[in-house]
């Protein structure tokens, strides 16, 4: 199996606490990879250092041929841009944006046919049965709307890797196993890498591979 | 080389290639040309360019170079270019440079436009208030600065009457008691022998002089200005006949309608001035044509009977017959200056042991007015309304960055986590900042359009009201120590107010106020970039 994430001795430092602490992890392409910890572990921590979104202070980390530990704040931008996808707890959406601008938002910066960008949008909204309404507003929209949103804008920059965190914290379970399964489908059909950081046992049971971090160690592989 | 086949006769590099070169480099502001070089063994239309394609998309930005001519590297721009029918350019349009002309590619960012204005329209009343602040910040400006001009132009008015370009006048005493005819003490009497010694000088084109007296008889105050009916002086006064007739003998009077009214004077009534009768054959009207406008006029030959009869103003200084004490002159416009210093050659300088009049100047020494010494006697007036309105702007502008400062940046940082999910997805710190800078901008212009249309409507509002002059007291025709009358001692004229859009200012302004609101972005767009997405998400 192809390494596509290859993390050596990471270390980070928030305020006083090692949130992460020496970690070393491979991520596999086609892996749904989950790291299970409970809240304060340096779980979330973690996802931001392997996606790209933060810096660590010590250790490597390889995607692909390219070392993202090197980069600066906007290298990591494009790299997020062009390479991963990440879906939040909070989905994260744009209240002035509708469903479909919120999708289209990492096309932006490209610019590009308006055209094109929005038939994009309108594709990745379908995969994730958000079709009928391209033309809300995210205050319209129930908790797993959004989060369908969400995992819609990460979709569509056709990245080699989706991150999630916590990606049902704020739903109830009935949604959020309607959300997993999105995800697991992503996974099983179309081959999507996924890391996905929990504290539900019950996700963690989903997963392919699971990482258990405790006090920025990760304790079981 | 293609299309090589087509020049039978290949011209070398010359001076037109070097200038399409200079011309395409200026073009080129997005070095998506970098590299023009010229081959001197080949055609114009063969000119090699290098080409880098900036890919804007790509991660690592990489460099490509590909040759193309100057030939294909423009037809590829057109519908249906007759160099890809014919297999020319090898590859699809989409690979080549089209996509990443300067111009196509500023289309592409359209969207950020569309962004932008998608921001303002949702959040219409964040917005509104920025766009409100900048509206009275222009509006401000452009009509603090209209009118301080408007003043500035309202000072000259009362002058832009006097036709004559040069005024001599003569300082003199104020007479020990106000009884009869005498003059006022800017305007003493001056030897009648003067004026033809003045019409010797070259560039002098018309003499026009008068007898200004001031008439204090038992029971009333009158100003008298004798004139000669057929000067330009005397007929601009007679164009303002509205009743009557002008003087046909020298008992023969006109009278002000605003004195005629105020008195109840009537045509063919007798008035009389100083001991002698007139008869009022007719009543004129010359608000706003003339600085030395009077209550009564009379012909120059009897007022200056007038003044040679009084005793009062015998005492004070010799008065001739033929004396005046305005003379009006009208010069060649090219040689005012000329005319102006022949002028003080030939006047008397004051006698070493003059005195001073009652407002410190020397007894009888002259004084030339020039339209320049008018406008800086004005001027000097002024002076103090303009620094005024000078420190009104900057109070105003300062004011206005505070409050703008402050406006902007609540609405932006309030949308920081906005920024931290846009860097999160992959927005770019100059992604960010473009986009921040075409909201920023759309607002400004908006604003200023706003800000100029009120500022227009506010200026034809106040080009409808009146402004009231008041005339310095040296150039009034009224005496200053005459108290009975509190509107005589500063007399006050009333104009339209000559207030006008400033169009090169409001330019200015336009300017003076992008250069502030992007000045306050970046210095904001600094401060969100230097927020981590993480940061930023954790904020909530």
Redesign the interface.
């Known amino acids: 199996m192809n390494k596509i994430i290859v993390a050596r001795d990471l270390s980070k430092t928030l305020g006083s606490v090692k949130a992460v602490n020496s970690v070393s992890l491979d991520v596999n392409e086609g892996d749904f990879l989950v790291i299970q910890g409970s809240s304060g572990s340096g779980k979330t921590t973690l996802l931001?250092l392997l996606s790209g979104?933060?810096k660590a202070d010590a250790g490597e980390i390889k995607f692909g041929s390219e070392d993202i530990t090197s980069m600066n704040?906007?290298?990591l931008?494009?790299?997020?841009?062009?390479n991963v996808g990440?879906v939040?707890q909070?989905y994260?959406?744009?209240p002035?944006?509708n469903v479909l601008?919120n999708i289209a938002?990492?096309l932006?910066?490209?610019?590009?046919?308006?055209e094109k960008?929005f038939e994009r949008a309108k594709a990745a909204a379908e995969s994730v049965g958000l079709g009928h309404r391209l033309d809300h507003y995210p205050n319209e929209l129930s908790g797993g709307e959004q989060q369908r949103v969400g995992l819609a804008?990460a979709l569509i920059?056709n990245p080699k890797v989706i991150f999630a965190d916590e990606p049902t914290g704020n739903l109830d379970t009935e949604t959020g196993q309607k959300v997993m399964n999105l995800f697991k489908s992503l996974n099983k059909e179309k081959g999507m890498t996924i890391v996905m950081v929990t504290h539900d046992d019950g996700l963690a049971k989903e997963a392919d591979r699971l990482i258990k971090i405790k006090d920025g160690v990760v304790i079981n592989e | 080389m293609e299309g090589a086949g087509d020049i039978s006769r290949p011209r070398t590099a010359n001076a037109t290639s070097h200038f399409i070169i200079f011309i395409l480099n200026i073009l080129d502001s997005h070095h998506n040309i970098y590299k023009l070089r010229l081959n001197p063994n080949k055609s114009i239309s063969q000119l090699t360019l290098s080409i880098r394609l900036k890919d804007?998309?790509a991660?690592q930005e990489p460099t490509h170079h590909n040759k193309v001519t100057i030939k294909s590297y423009f037809l590829q721009f057109l519908p249906g270019s007759a160099l890809r029918k014919h297999g020319h350019l090898s590859k699809p349009k989409s690979t080549y440079a089209s996509m990443y002309h300067p111009m196509i590619?500023w289309i592409?960012?359209?969207?950020?436009v569309?962004?932008a204005l998608?921001?303002l329209t949702?959040?219409k009343r964040k917005y509104l208030l920025n766009i409100m602040v900048i509206g009275l910040v222009v509006v401000l400006l452009i009509t603090l600065n209209s009118l301080g001009v408007a003043f500035k132009e309202a000072s000259k008015l009362p002058f832009e009457n006097i036709h004559s370009s040069i005024i001599i006048q003569r300082n003199g005493n104020v007479p020990e008691n106000t009884s009869g005819a005498v003059t006022p003490c800017s305007l003493a009497p001056i030897k009648g022998e003067l004026i033809p010694q003045i019409g010797k000088i070259q560039g002098v084109k018309e003499i026009a002089s008068g007898l200004f007296l001031w008439v204090f008889d038992k029971d009333s105050f009158k100003r008298v200005l004798g004139v000669n009916w057929s000067d330009s002086r005397g007929k601009r006064i007679g164009s303002g006949l509205i009743e009557g007739s002008l003087p046909q003998s020298d008992s023969d009077a006109l009278v002000e309608k605003a004195y005629a009214q105020q008195h109840g004077l009537k045509l063919n009534q007798t008035l009389r001035l100083s001991g002698t009768d007139f008869t009022l054959s007719g009543i004129v009207d010359t608000t706003g044509k003339d600085i030395l406008s009077s209550d009564v006029y009379v012909n120059l030959n009897s007022s200056q009977s007038l003044a040679y009869n009084s005793r009062n103003l015998q005492e004070t200084e010799k008065f001739n017959k033929n004396d005046v004490n305005i003379i009006f002159i009208d010069a060649d416009q090219t040689m005012v200056k000329e005319v102006t210093s022949r002028l003080k050659t030939l006047v008397n300088p004051p006698a070493p042991n003059a005195g001073k009049t009652p407002t410190g100047q020397i007894t009888g020494a002259y004084n030339i007015y020039t339209p320049e010494s008018f406008e800086s006697q004005i001027s000097s007036l002024f002076l103090i309304s303009d620094k005024l309105i000078l420190v009104l702007s900057l109070v105003v502008l300062v004011g206005a960055l505070l409050v703008l400062i402050k406006s902007m940046s609540h609405t932006l940082l309030e949308r920081r986590?906005?920024f931290?999910?846009?860097?999160?997805?992959?927005?770019?710190?100059?992604?960010i900042r473009r986009?921040i800078t075409i909201e920023t901008l759309l607002q400004t212009i908006i604003g200023y359009c706003v800000g100029v249309a009120l500022s227009l409507v506010a200026i034809f509002a106040l080009a409808k009201t009146t402004v009231s002059i008041a005339i310095p007291w040296e150039m009034s025709p009224y005496p200053h120590f005459h108290t009975s009358n509190p509107n005589l001692i500063a007399p006050v004229q009333t104009y339209l107010f000559p207030i006008k859009f400033e169009a090169m200012y409001s330019v200015e302004v336009l300017i003076a106020i992008l250069v502030l609101s992007l000045l306050t972005v970046s210095v904001l767009a600094r401060y969100i970039?230097g927020l981590?997405?993480?940061e930023v998400?954790r904020y909530?």
Do not use: H, Q
Not at chain 1, 77 to 82: D, G, N, P, Q
Not at chain 2, 108 to 112: A, D, G, I, T
Not at chain 2, 420 to 431: C, E, T
């Open positions: 931001s979104l933060d704040e906007d290298d931008a494009l790299f997020r841009r062009k990440i939040f909070s994260n959406l744009i002035t944006l601008e938002l990492p932006f910066p490209e610019g590009g046919s308006k960008m804008r920059n | 804007y998309c991660y590619k592409k960012e359209l969207y950020m569309n962004y998608n921001e949702k959040r986590k906005e931290g999910i846009m860097k999160a997805v992959g927005f770019r710190s100059r992604d986009e970039n981590k997405a993480m998400l909530e």
